[in-house]
């Protein structure tokens, strides 16, 4: 409509090489302008017809840019937080001050572009907006500069989104000088790169540990595969909440001491969140902000694919066995519908099989079959000379996790030999008697 | 003859040079004494060198020794070097020593080893081959205690007749001994009940889509019985086995006349 949109101040590595002053730009996007942003003027908010402070107003704030460009995310952020709720999108563009070969210069401009934001959110609260209705989403170091604004605020502002809150430099940091969850009244973190670019720990009400929030499946392990392998972990935290946003993946967090807990099926318990479910990664997250804060710090944890949806298919599995004597084993099981199966290797760790005892694991299968028609499971003990030892299952039931309306699936009575595969149709386990 | 079997050979002289400086020329020599106990002729090169060092206190040699040398420095190649070599050779040497007539040292080393591998390998097949599953023993006559189900199930493509329902008949009575036969069939061959299955019998059918009474009778050793009743014997189990059974054969076997419904299928426990 003849306007002209401002767009985000895009870099080139000659900035970066020359170095960047802070300086601090603010696009608002809303439903009528979702792909055209209106730069703020910074004390006269008036002077936007558009921006509404009567709606929620979500902040997207980015993290370090060593080359200059604008992050890839930015548009696609933006549809999907509109999409959510009516409200006041504003990209808070740093990029001059983010963009510089120097990291630490970027860490010490956060400071500086936090007091740029105070300043902004106070003058919106004098002119009628509500600081609750405030979201402050941060990527990696943008994560701990929304955690500034809010310390600055003195933990007044509705919520603040860290995506992998960024690491380097923050180690050692006290809680005044991160993301902490003192700095909202509801901080939700998502965790995905924490031996590198992440910071490892607890910075939120919630803190959701993606595969352990260490390495992302699908990313380079080495450094052959050029930039993917340094940025590939970090960025995927982004990813995983675009994704999360658009509801293509949901992904459950389960309350768990540690990743290896949860993968051992420990951790399936949601009693702690009833009548709802487990928290889901996203938006909606603050559904369980109640629960949440009542809880103090929950960590939570949850597997992903490689690719989207990212979702994996869980179902917990529980065995009994008549075995007179302990057994130890790892487990491999197959779901067939059709042509099509879905397999998993529970090979971390040997499972105990101690007799008329329940032994629980945690199938996460990469696809999801509508139909289970068939299982096959293989068993392997770990010795490779001698006898082929058999587990003797009296029973077996998988239970469909996050799936409620699916079957229980059971089956009785069978020999597991070592190595040999053995295939059964399942049965629905609800017995009437 | 027997300088010139010296001279004309440009390796041994080199080695001479070198050998006269040090204390390699010593050791050499020593070694060349110690062989000399054995009096094997491929030790010759060692007497090369002694001679080599001390022409003038040897000049009755025979040229039959040096002759000999220099043809046993020859096959060593020219790439020879006393001190490393030495410790080398001696192994060699040690290792063909003739043990027994034709037999060397290293073929006893050999055979003694293979003979270890060989009896770790049998020794591991027996192990797995003699295995002995323990759960695969159990003394059947200590199974004592009787644990018994009863229940129905439902034959739809069964039609009742009045001649059925008598117990005496011998319709009747054919049809009970298959379906005997079958729930018979079903818990022997079940792994974790088949040991402790007793009987199984068809008390009576009941109209009503055709309906078949049974009873199941199962034998329990008396030290374990309080875990069987509570686990592999519960009614959850039994019942179980059953249903899976004829949820196997839903598919093959729908139109036959001895169709079992799973659905229909009911057990009890029996006080």
């Known amino acids: 409509m003849g306007e002209s949109c401002d767009n985000f101040t895009d870099l080139n590595l000659s900035h970066c090489f020359m170095g960047t002053a802070l300086y601090v730009r603010l696009l608002l996007y809303t439903r009528s302008n979702l792909d055209c942003g209106h730069e703020l003027n910074h004390h006269r908010l008036s002077s936007q017809p558009l921006f509404n402070l009567s709606r929620p107003t979500a902040f997207v704030i980015h993290g370090y840019r060593p080359t200059g460009a604008p992050p890839i995310w930015i548009d696609h952020i933006v549809h999907l937080l509109a999409e959510q709720e009516d409200m006041n999108v504003i990209v808070v563009d740093w990029n001059k001050g983010a963009a510089n070969l120097n990291y630490f210069t970027a860490v010490t401009n956060t400071r500086e572009a936090a007091y740029n934001l105070t300043g902004f959110i106070l003058t919106m609260q004098e002119e009628g907006a509500s600081l609750t209705s405030v979201h402050l989403i941060g990527v990696s170091l943008g994560a701990h500069l929304a955690g500034f604004v809010g310390a600055n605020l003195k933990g007044k502002i509705g919520r603040i989104t860290g995506l992998d809150p960024a690491g380097p430099m923050f180690t050692s940091a006290t809680p005044e000088e991160r ?32 595969n352990g929030g260490i390495d992302q499946p699908g990313c380079p392990k080495t450094i052959f595969a050029g930039k ?18 658009n509801r293509t993946c949901s992904l459950t967090g389960y309350p768990c001491s540690s990743y290896s807990d949860f993968l051992e099926g420990r951790c399936l318990q949601c009693e702690a969140f009833k009548p709802a479910s487990c928290p889901v990664l996203g938006y909606d997250v603050s559904q369980w902000k109640e629960t949440l804060l009542q809880l103090g710090q929950t960590q939570v944890f949850f597997s992903t694919t490689a690719t989207l949806p990212y979702r994996k298919l869980i179902y917990r599995v529980d065995m009994v066995t008549w075995n007179q004597y302990l057994r130890w084993g790892v487990v491999f099981i197959r779901l067939h519908s059709g042509r099509n199966f879905t397999e998993v290797r529970l090979d971390q760790k040997l499972l105990r ?9 945690l199938a996460q299968f990469d696809d999801d079959l509508q139909q289970v028609q068939k299982i096959s499971m293989r068993i392997n003990t770990g010795n490779v000379i001698g006898p082929r030892y058999k587990i003797r299952l009296l029973r077996i039931r998988f239970t469909p996790l996050e799936r409620p309306e699916r079957p229980l699936m059971c089956r009785f009575d069978i020999i597991l030999e070592e190595n040999m595969e053995v295939a059964f149709r399942p049965l629905p386990c609800n017995s009437r008697l | 003859m027997d300088l010139e079997g010296v001279v004309t050979h440009g390796i041994p002289l080199q080695t001479f040079k070198t050998n006269g400086n040090d204390g390699a020329s010593y050791s050499s020599h020593e070694q060349g004494g110690a062989d000399d106990v054995d ?191 509570n686990v592999t014997l519960s009614r959850e189990m039994v019942y179980n086995v059953f249903r899976q059974f004829l949820y196997d054969q839903e598919q093959p076997d729908e139109s036959g006349q001895m169709y079992i419904d799973p659905v229909s299928l009911k057990m009890s426990l029996r006080h």
């Open chain 1, 353 to 361: 099989f101690e007799q008329y005892t329940s032994t629980r694991l």
């Open chain 1, 179 to 210: 993301l902490d969850p003192s700095d909202a009244m509801f901080v939700d973190v998502l965790h995905t790169d924490m031996n590198s670019f992440g910071l490892t720990g607890a910075h939120g009400h919630i803190d959701f540990y993606a």
């Open chain 1, 228 to 245: 993917s392998y340094f940025v590939c972990d970090h960025q995927r935290s982004v990813f995983l909440f675009l994704c999360a946003l």
């Open chain 2, 39 to 229: 009096g094997a002729p491929h030790r010759n090169p060692d007497t090369t060198e002694r001679q080599g060092l001390l022409p003038a206190q040897t000049p009755s040699c025979n040229g039959e020794t040096v002759d000999h040398a220099a043809g046993a420095q020859n096959k060593l190649g020219n790439t020879y070097t006393p001190q490393k070599n030495s410790s080398v050779d001696r192994i060699k040497r040690e290792l063909n020593e003739v043990v027994y007539r034709k037999v060397k040292l290293w073929m006893v080393i050999l055979f003694i080893f293979l003979l270890i591998v060989a009896v770790i390998i049998i020794s591991l097949y027996l192990c797995s081959v003699i295995y002995e599953d323990e759960d695969e023993n159990f003394d059947r006559s200590l199974f004592t205690v009787p644990r018994s189900f009863n229940g129905s199930f439902q034959l739809p493509n069964l039609v009742f007749t009045e001649e059925l329902s008598t117990h005496s008949s011998n319709e009747s009575q054919t049809l009970a001994a298959h379906l005997q036969e079958k729930l018979a069939g079903l818990y022997r061959s079940s792994p974790a009940l088949g040991r402790y299955f007793s009987e199984a019998e068809i008390s009576a059918f009941r109209n009503g889509s055709f309906i078949a009474d049974y009873q199941l009778t199962f034998v329990m050793p008396e030290d374990q019985q309080d875990q069987l009743r």
